[in-house]
């Protein structure tokens, strides 16, 4: 048998022997359980430390608010993000790392640990773990495209317009092509954009049920079936230069 063999089997039979030694206690089920239950079942808050604005005081004082509404504790996320839908901006506070944020931190980390709440924290500052470190290709990204239309005389050699982008940054992904249809009768879906998540409902979860109103449009009638659409990505140059010879007829072109 070599080492590394021994050395497994080993391990194996250390954690057998561990787990036949651990018993673990079937849940309490009893109406009386349900009626008054433990702490540890509550749920735990989002603990959203806006800008790093917190302090000693303000976080006892939520810590102490949480535990005397059954929280079994708290996730602590540094982000901004208050600025959101027209509202004001808040003070900055101490840099996330930093030795006073770590201070804070500890604070927090003693204050839980005094009123028996579970305290975990989010690797990093920002929102979708987003970091003056962080490059815009690690970032969040979301669909967008320009359009063009036209027939096959106006799409040869045309140059496609570069679709909107945040901070210059955009990649292709393809570039569709499918025959044009009069869309003047066709009734658009409610809230397209936030169904197919091309823009953010909010920061927060709210009331979402409008989003399951007019689930679809009639089938009959409609901007283009997927059948239809064609992958011309193969056409498009590093310019954005369409080489594509287009059949006869007219079509909207999507990059």
Not at 63 to 83: T, W
Not at 100 to 106: E, Q
């Amino acid at each position: 048998m070599n080492k590394f063999f021994l050395l497994a089997l080993t391990i194996f039979f250390v954690g057998s022997n561990l787990q036949a030694q651990t018993k673990i206690s079937a849940p309490d089920l009893s109406p009386s359980a349900f009626s008054n239950p433990s702490q540890k079942f509550g749920i735990r808050c989002w603990w959203w430390w806006l800008n790093g604005n917190v302090t000693k005081t303000g976080i006892t004082k939520d810590l102490e608010a949480m535990h005397s509404q059954g929280f079994s504790g708290a996730c602590i996320f540094d982000a901004g993000g208050q600025n959101q839908q027209g509202n004001g901006d808040v003070p900055e506070g101490p840099m996330f790392g930093s030795p006073a944020w770590t201070a804070l931190f500890l604070h927090a980390v003693s204050e839980a640990k005094r009123l028996n709440l579970v305290l975990s924290l989010n690797i990093q500052s920002g929102w979708n773990l987003g970091a003056p470190d962080t490059k815009l290709e690690e970032s969040a990204k979301k669909i967008t495209w320009s359009e063009v239309i036209g027939d096959a005389s106006r799409l040869s050699g045309i140059m496609l317009p570069a679709p909107p982008s945040e901070h210059a940054f955009y990649r292709d992904i393809a570039v569709l092509a499918y025959p044009y249809s009069d869309t003047s009768s066709i009734v658009p879906l409610k809230n397209q954009k936030l169904k197919a998540a091309f823009s953010e409902i909010g920061g927060s979860a709210g009331d979402t049920r409008f989003l399951i109103e007019q689930e679809s449009t009639s089938t009959t009638n409609v901007n283009g079936h997927t059948k239809q659409v064609i992958d011309i990505s193969k056409y498009l140059g590093a310019d954005g230069k369409l080489s594509w010879k287009a059949p006869p007829g007219k079509w909207v072109v999507m990059r």
